[in-house]
């Protein structure tokens, strides 16, 4: 099991920029497939990117394609979300998640390890 803290959330206006952070801990990350999801108040729990073991594979939702950028460093076992031109719409916790397995995993039932979560909240 890895353990997942993420980081960097907070209040922006929209059409700014935040960039989260994902840190794991006991265990290496080269060997996992690491995403992003979010959930906003009321609603169930979305997939935002998903990129795989070595960052050269990524995928996004239709709703983010073109705006977030994800990204991993595997020596540092890091792995980044850089959300640019922010709408009120991408409010939500943001949290990360990790799988050791290979594929287009893009269901919060592909994931097995999360994070707690970051808010970020985007003002109109």
């Known amino acids: 099991q890895v353990q997942l803290v993420e980081s960097g959330g907070g209040l922006v206006q929209t059409g700014g920029s935040l960039r989260l952070s994902c840190a794991a801990s006991?265990?290496?990350?080269?060997?996992?497939?690491m995403a992003w999801f979010r959930q906003a108040p009321g609603k169930e729990r979305e997939f935002v990117a998903a990129?795989?073991?070595?960052?050269?594979?990524?995928y996004y939702a239709d709703s983010v394609e073109g705006r977030f950028t994800i990204s991993r460093d595997n020596t540092k076992n890091t792995m980044q979300l850089q959300m640019n031109s922010l709408k009120p719409e991408d409010t939500a916790v943001y949290y990360c998640?990790?799988?050791?397995?290979?594929?287009?995993?893009?269901?919060?039932?592909?994931?097995?390890?999360w994070g707690q979560g970051t808010q970020v909240t985007v003002s109109s």
């Open positions: 990129i795989g073991r070595s960052g050269v594979s990524t």
């Open positions: 998640a990790a799988r050791s397995r290979t594929g287009v995993l893009v269901t919060t039932f592909d994931y097995v390890d």
């Open positions: 006991g265990r290496t990350l080269t060997t996992y497939t």
